[in-house]
T-cell receptor
């Protein structure tokens, strides 16, 4: 079974731009979560989607948004990029339980650099 | 304030020994605690999940304990191998705005010397 895939793997943007990252979960998984990982803050939960609905949300500004499609694929969008948004963005999928209670399978991440 | 603490200093051990990593937390009452392994440039890999009513859980060479009185989880790797060298993250379910989200520690780097 193919693992979680994320595209693109690397991205360079400038301040003020917006960016969309994509995540394809493991086949049969219905829950997708997104995380931001930085050296300064570590791994932080952004939000979680299940059946096209946001189920949980972390403490990030409204510039960070996401959505999930009927095939469980998910996208996250960051608008008005800031230098501090430079990070590794990770997506994880699980069968259907929440990110806290179910085994999560992480993708390789998208490395975003904001100049 | 809520805090999760893992040793920031790398843990260096010799091959064959047991590695013990610590995860302490304050101002949380987690029902679930997870351990992950992360290699450089890769996403975390799930290892074990333990519930608050479970004192101990094992999987092959791995063992996790969860002491809700001490607010601590210990993660053990027995008969450690150089391939076990990685950063190990603990995560627990923390309250946020009425729901529970996974909150991660900063991780401890384990280096197993041959």
């Amino acid at each position: 079974k193919a693992g979680v895939t994320q595209t693109p793997r690397y991205l360079i943007k400038t301040r003020g731009q917006q960016v969309t990252l994509s995540c394809s979960p493991i086949s049969g998984h219905r829950s997708v979560s997104w995380y931001q990982q930085t050296p300064g803050q570590g791994l932080q939960f952004l939000f979680e989607y299940f059946s096209e609905t946001q189920r949980n949300k972390g403490n990030f500004p409204g510039r960070f948004s996401g959505r999930q499609f009927s095939n469980s694929r998910s996208e996250m969008n960051v608008s008005t990029l800031e230098l501090g948004d430079s990070a590794l963005y990770l997506c994880a999928s699980s069968l259907g339980g929440t990110a806290s209670t179910d085994t999560q399978y992480f993708g390789p991440g998208t490395r975003l650099t904001v100049l | 304030s809520q805090k999760i603490e893992q040793n920031s200093e790398a843990l260096n051990i010799q091959e064959g020994k047991t590695a013990t990593l610590t995860c302490n937390y304050t101002n949380y009452s987690p029902a679930y605690l997870q351990w992950y392994r992360q290699d450089p440039g890769r996403g975390p890999v799930f290892l074990l999940l333990i519930r608050e009513n479970e004192k101990e859980k094992r999987k092959e060479r791995l063992k996790v304990t969860f002491d809700t009185t001490l607010k601590q989880s210990l993660f053990h790797i027995t008969a450690s191998q150089p391939a076990d060298s990685a950063t190990y993250l603990c995560a627990l379910d923390g309250a946020s705005g009425g729901s529970y989200i996974p909150t991660f520690g900063r991780g401890t780097s384990l280096i197993v010397h041959p």
